[in-house]
């Protein structure tokens, strides 16, 4: 076995150190009101646009396969659509009863 040399060491003990001086510091700090918030509304973001996106790629791919362009497109864009707001929609209940408790 290799020893290390004398540098890597104090620097490992180094790195452990702050480690350590970390946790320590982020256990005591509670998450901002701010930072709660903007989580969430990137969350509902997310939600709302991946559906519609989803919706109108399979939309498209379907409108390519079965030659309907573009009414499948613009169909699965509003089902995309509705799934998001229904993923939103789920999402803001189960927020309100964490409230509740």
Known sequence: MEKTPEDIKKLEERISEL???EEILRKDRPESEFSKA???G???G?????GVLVGAG???MLDNMLTTKPWLLI????LGGGAGILNV???AKTEEQKFKE
Do not use: C, H, T, W
Request: hydrophobic letters at 45%.
């Open 89 to 91: 929609y789920r999402f």
């Open 38 to 40: 903007s989580k969430k």
């Open 42 to 44: 990137l969350r509902i």
């Open 46 to 50: 997310v939600e709302m646009l991946s």
């Open 75 to 78: 169909l699965f864009m509003f």
């Open 58 to 60: 399979i939309g498209y």
């Open 19 to 21: 480690k350590q001086r």
